[in-house]
């Protein structure tokens, strides 16, 4: 398993991104737009489709800083101090389940774990402590 911090931005996620790239080193992988996901009954519009939905910061060290930005509707609002959220990356999808059930005890699920369009195993839940996680299982990639 693997812990990577996944930040939030109010529409300003690729500005924040390449200046932590300038700041930390490292490289950004392929930045995912908004406008790329499949349109299932709502309409975006041209500067939410420009938003960034997924890009990560692989750093020199090999730990990685994950962000997107944040969509009215699609998850908490935007908080400053609180736009935060920790990824786990478990080995197999066994793990995911166990991860997510033991941290969804109590809490709140956001997004139920389940297969997405982009090929993994993913799901969102916020504990009862108030501590918002993300559980994300790659079989393509092994454990990230």
């Known amino acids: 398993m693997k812990i990577h911090p996944y930040l939030n931005f ?4 690729e500005e924040a991104m390449r200046f932590y790239e300038r700041a930390l080193g490292g490289r950004l992988t392929e930045i995912h737009r908004f406008g790329s996901m ?3 009954g709502f309409e975006l519009t041209e500067e ?5 939905m997924h890009v990560g910061l692989e750093l ?3 730990q990685m800083i994950m962000a997107s930005d944040t969509m009215e509707g699609m998850g908490p609002p935007f908080t400053v101090g609180n736009n935060y959220s920790i990824s786990i990356h478990p080995a197999n999808r066994d793990e995911a389940d166990r991860f997510f059930n033991a941290l969804a005890e109590g809490g709140t699920v956001t997004m139920p774990l ?9 799901g969102s839940v916020t504990d009862r402590f108030g501590v918002q996680w993300m559980v994300n299982y790659s079989a393509a990639a092994g454990a990230k």
């Open 114 to 122: 389940a297969d997405q369009f982009w090929g993994d195993y993913y």
């Open 48 to 52: 939410q489709k420009n938003r960034v």
């Open 10 to 13: 109010a529409g300003n996620t």
């Open 38 to 40: 499949p349109a299932e």
């Open 60 to 62: 020199p060290n090999g």
